[in-house]
């Protein structure tokens, strides 16, 4: 009789709606936290077992469930939540749809136990898969909820074939639980796995303590090369804030990017674009920034109802949304320039782990920036006021406790050295002054703390790059006759370019004018550039064209075509500068935004306190 139409069974409806949200233990654990969440927990306890397949129990101090209620708890559709569709329109919980627990009691062996903050006894109610109807009987509990869930899947054997190994599947559902506990830094969170505790978080309610739990649970090196962030866009009612991890520390993965909405974690296209583009410029072709952002807004703007893993948001005012996310952070960004921050870690992290090649560890720490200096803001809103770097990870702070009961080791450390300074060189900038040329490449500069190490193209092409950006946006680059004009021969297709786009490269700062069938004179070239090889110059240019396209797709990729141009006129390694243009480049460097990094993400100087050279020297300890 399977041919006519009959109503399914309510196990078979509640198994089916389970291929939706139980994937694997993950998605379990991620429902019945929520739930915890949702109903006021300030601790919750979570232990699993082979990977939660075998078992998974969540223990929350909530509002807890009263008797009447429990067996309701169990069914579909079934919530406390919302009532009326207009709650749609503006939810506040995590969860609303009342098919979570349905879903999971048909799919596993579940005991769910509760006392409900009205009641002076706790009750308990079982469902086994096909058991649907659930009885009530008396058990012990102090308030909230204990929602134990046993092998998971033992009904459905075609689902549990498509479950991973153990490890596989403890390494999801520790990332879920990672999320929720960075989405609510105000409650407690204990994670065990096998009978060993994994995470124990306490409440974080200062920002030391916030950083502590995003380095327990995402590691320090994130935290140590992060700048924290705080924006409110009055008008819009829009607050960013939280922090976002420095260009050099990319990852080749998107794995350490989370973006939580009103306390929601999302992934979402357009919050994705905003802030790889607010990165676009400092970071190589591949990589991946490291974020953990939090963006609040009226909760009537955003549709959270898009998907039943309500992985997905909708704004009702995407473009402003995605707006403000782009333009805080590329201004956050800009402001990593010397002077701005106060991260001494990274080389003294260095030497404590010494068991990775030291190029790498370069790498991943990114790099570390002098402490003292003035700080210029860009036009505008002065974003310094707001940014401040992540504080020490734990132990680094723990480390400097200890030192600050006696005497405070950065003050000293500053008196020694200004001791030993000439009365005029007492005012040091943050970059320093130059002492010498290594190798032709690199520059080494001594500053109050301790020594920096420039790399001397990269830190002049980035200056000379952002110098050609801002030129770009005021009236473009200024031309400079050259003494002797340039011919060039070139393809026919590349002068019809040159013609065609003549208005272009007049606001480059070139003046281009067809010869013949198949060449060019160069007549003027951008200032910044006369030094250059013109006709190699021109020709990348060309190229780069030609890839772009039409004028207006030049003008989108401007910023790419101003590094290929900047790439040209900065000073090329083995090029021998006197002290004097080696300090007019750490100058230049103090006053150009993101200098920390060359244009491909790459570290354009590295530093190290004295304290850090002592420890390499094993002075004084
Ligand atoms: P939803 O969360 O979408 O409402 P669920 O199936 O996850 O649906 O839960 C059904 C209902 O059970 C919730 O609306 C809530 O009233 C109650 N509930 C579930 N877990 C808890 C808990 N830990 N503490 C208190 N109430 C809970
Ligand atoms: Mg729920």
Redesign the pocket.
Known sequence: MSSRIHLLSPQLANQIAAGEVVERPASVVK??L???I??G?EKISIEVEQGGVKLIR?R?D????SKD?LP???SRH????ITALEDLEAVA???????????ISSVSRLT?T?R?AEEDAAWQVKAEGRDMVAEVSPSAHPQ??T?EMRDLFFNTPARRKFLKTENTEYRHLEEVVKRLALSRFDLQFQLSNNNRVVHQLKPANSEQMRERRIASLLGSGFIDNALSLDISAEASGLRLWGWIGLPTYSRSQADQQYFFVNGRIIRDKLVTHAIRQAYADVLYNGRHPCYVLYLELDPALVDVNVHPTKHEVRFREGRLVHDFIFRTIHRVIAQTRPGEQNNDTSVSTLLQGQNQPIQQQFDQQGISLPTSGSSGGTAGINFSNYVRPATPSAGEVKQQLAGYGALHPNSTQTQAVAMDQPAEQQDIPPMGFALAQLHGIYILSQTAEGLILVDMHAAHERIVYERMKSAWESDGLRGQPLLVPVTLNLSEAEVDIAEERSEVFAKLGFSVERMGQESIVIREVPVALARSDVSLLVRDVLSDMKVYGSSSRIEESINELLATMACHGSVRANRLLTLPEMNALLRDMEATERSGQCNHGRPTYVQMTMNELDKLFLRGQ
């Open positions: 429902e019945v929520e739930n915890a949702d109903a927990a969540i929350d909530g509002k807890g469930i209620d309701l708890a169990l079934a919530t406390s939540k919980s995590l969860g609303f749809r009342g098919e979570a627990l349905a879903s769910l509760s409900s909230g909820t929602v």
